[in-house]
C-alpha cells in the first residue's frame, strides 16, 4: 500500500483492529475444535474444524480488500468520497457471535 491518505491513520488502524479480530477467531476456532474433543467425543470436530477454518481468514481478506477500497476512495474524491460498505464484514460478525451463542447453549443446556 502508498502512502496514507490521511495524517491520523484512520484506515490503517481499522485494518489492523480487523487483523486482530482475525487472529482472535482463528485461536477461538482452535480451542474450541480441542473443547470439542474432550465435550463430545463422538462428534465429528474434525468436520467442524474444516467448516469454521476459513473464517478467518475470509474475515482477513475481507477486511483488507476493504481497506484498500475506502484508501482509493479517499485518494480519488477526499472527504466527499462514497466509500464501500461493509455488509460482509458484519455478516461474519453476527455469525461469529451466533455460532458463540450456539455453543454456549449447546454447551450449558446439553
Request: contains cysteine; positive net charge; glycine residues 6%.
Amino acid at each position: 500500500m502508498s502512502a496514507p491518505f490521511d495524517s491520523g491513520l484512520q484506515v490503517e488502524r481499522t485494518e489492523l483492529a480487523w487483523r486482530r479480530t482475525a487472529l482472535s477467531l482463528a485461536i477461538a476456532v482452535l480451542v474450541a475444535a480441542r473443547l470439542c474433543v474432550f465435550a463430545f467425543p463422538d462428534a465429528p470436530w474434525p468436520l467442524y474444524l474444516a467448516l469454521a477454518s476459513p473464517a478467518p481468514f475470509a474475515v482477513w481478506m475481507l477486511a483488507r480488500r476493504r481497506t484498500a477500497a475506502v484508501d482509493r476512495a479517499l485518494r480519488r474524491d477526499g472527504d466527499r468520497a462514497m466509500l464501500p460498505g461493509a455488509r460482509p464484514l458484519l455478516f461474519l460478525a453476527g455469525a461469529a457471535c451466533a455460532a458463540g451463542v450456539a455453543g454456549m447453549l449447546i454447551t450449558f443446556v446439553g
